[in-house]
């Protein structure tokens, strides 16, 4: 009888030691966990003769770009207590004198600007040779492709793809990438010296961006107030920095006095006086960036 219990006392041992040895060794199975949504990011990046300040919206995040316009001019922080807004950019030309905008501008399916409705534009007789191709400047454009939301820069008088439809855009110009169209625009006749943003001089900047897979880049390009006269970026070197970024579609936007940008409560401005200081220049319109409650999915459309 003690050989038996001796003999199972053994047995329950060896199970024991068995049951230790398989657990120990079978390899645990790591729970992956969900990738955190995609938010946007605010850097900066140094140049030469200038500081960036770059918002970056990743495609597929649950921010929205879409513009806005106000009755009266104001700074983007204005704009920001308004529209609730993660982060703004100064957007589209307008006239200080009589605060109207010179570029197109629809909201919801709505065009809130014409600039063929400014007098002060229309009536310029210096700008009369080029009214059809102000007219007929670059749009930063938002579509509704389905339930599937594309950006895209095209100019005014294009007809939206296939099977979108046309929901926001925002007049400037002019196009940065794949190529920088200054003469096409209007901003540059070379025969009449004409040169309406300075291109080739260093200034305050601001631009929009779009990359391969749909993500968003908003640039605002300030001064070095240690040596204002001479910091900031051309326009050609403004396309270069906008590839490094990774963009593959840019447009410009308002630059000089109007460059600012907004982000999570900080305001950075890109002009800067004769004494150092950034100016802060009320503006007409404005991109913003918001979350997203319509339900509907971001994507990179290729058009």
Not at 105 to 126: G, Y
Request: include cysteine; aromatic fraction near 8%; proline fraction near 6%.
């Amino acid at each position: 009888m003690r050989k038996i219990k001796l003999l199972a006392l053994i047995l329950i041992s060896l199970a024991m030691v068995l049951w230790f040895n398989l657990h120990s060794s079978t390899p645990s199975i790591s729970t992956v966990a969900s990738s955190p949504p995609k938010t946007i990011r605010y850097f900066e990046r140094t140049l030469p003769q200038s500081i960036a300040h770059i918002v970056l919206i990743p495609a597929n995040s649950r921010f929205l770009v879409t513009p806005a316009l106000s009755q009266k001019v104001a700074t983007v922080e204005e704009f920001a207590q308004k529209h609730r807004a993660v982060a703004i950019l100064n957007a589209g030309f307008f006239d200080p004198a009589n605060q109207k905008s010179t570029s197109y501008i629809v909201v919801q399916r709505k065009l809130v600007a014409d600039p063929k409705e400014n007098e002060r534009l229309v009536n310029n007789p210096n700008l009369k040779p080029y009214l059809d191709q102000i007219f007929n400047r670059t749009e930063f454009r938002r579509y509704l492709c389905g339930q599937i939301i594309s950006y895209s820069i095209a100019l005014h008088s294009q007809s939206p793809p296939a099977g979108c439809q046309l929901v926001d855009a925002i007049g400037a110009g002019p196009r940065l990438l794949p190529e920088l169209t200054l003469v096409k625009e209007g901003f540059v006749d070379n025969a009449n010296k004409r040169d309406a943003l300075g291109s080739n001089q260093p200034n305050a900047r601001t631009a929009v961006g779009i990359t391969r897979d749909g993500s968003v880049i908003l640039v605002m390009v300030a001064q070095k107030p240690s040596a204002a006269a001479n910091s900031g970026v051309s326009l050609p070197a403004l396309a270069n920095f906008m590839k490094t970024l990774g963009a593959d579609q840019a447009m410009n936007l308002d630059g000089g006095s109007s460059s600012s940008l907004y982000y999570n409560g900080k305001t950075f401005y890109g002009k800067v006086d004769l004494e150092g200081n950034y100016i802060k220049r009320p503006v007409k319109s404005v991109l913003l960036v918001q979350e997203n409650y319509s339900g509907s999915r971001l994507g990179a459309l290729q058009f």
